[in-house]
């Protein structure tokens, strides 16, 4: 079992920045591939970005390319998404998910576990 807990949203103004965290507990942490993804009300949920278990690796949205990024801290069971350039479109609850294995996929049933989401508000 894999418990994923998210923490760094927040209400910014447009432009402004944020880094969300996820933390994982139970497995091995450096053996998960991790994605970021945001839903916005009455929309679906979308992938953001993504990493391979090594952090080798990343997939970006192409709504985010260039002001989100994303990494991985193995040591501290740590994923994160910075987020610079904030836009009032970024507006939604950000969740984490874990895939048991090296890569990642952009499909949400590639994920095993899923964190409880962060709110993340941009005004304008």
């Known amino acids: 079992q894999v418990q994923l807990v998210e923490s760094g949203g927040g209400l910014v103004q447009a432009g402004d920045s944020l880094r969300l965290s996820c933390a994982a507990s139970?497995?091995?942490?450096?053996?998960?591939?991790m994605a970021w993804f945001r839903q916005a009300p009455g929309k679906e949920r979308d992938l953001v970005a993504a990493?391979?278990?090594?952090?080798?690796?990343?997939y970006y949205a192409n709504s985010v390319k260039g002001r989100f990024s994303i990494s991985k801290d193995n040591g501290k069971n740590t994923v994160y998404l910075q987020m610079n350039s904030l836009k009032p479109e970024d507006t939604a609850v950000y969740c984490c998910?874990?895939?048991?294995?090296?890569?990642?996929?952009?499909?949400?049933?590639?994920?095993?576990?899923w964190g409880q989401g962060t709110q993340v508000t941009v005004s304008s």
């Open positions: 998910a874990a895939n048991l294995g090296s890569s990642y996929y952009t499909a949400i049933s590639g994920y095993d576990y």
């Open positions: 139970g497995r091995t942490f450096s053996a998960y591939a």
């Open positions: 990493i391979t278990w090594s952090g080798g690796a990343t």
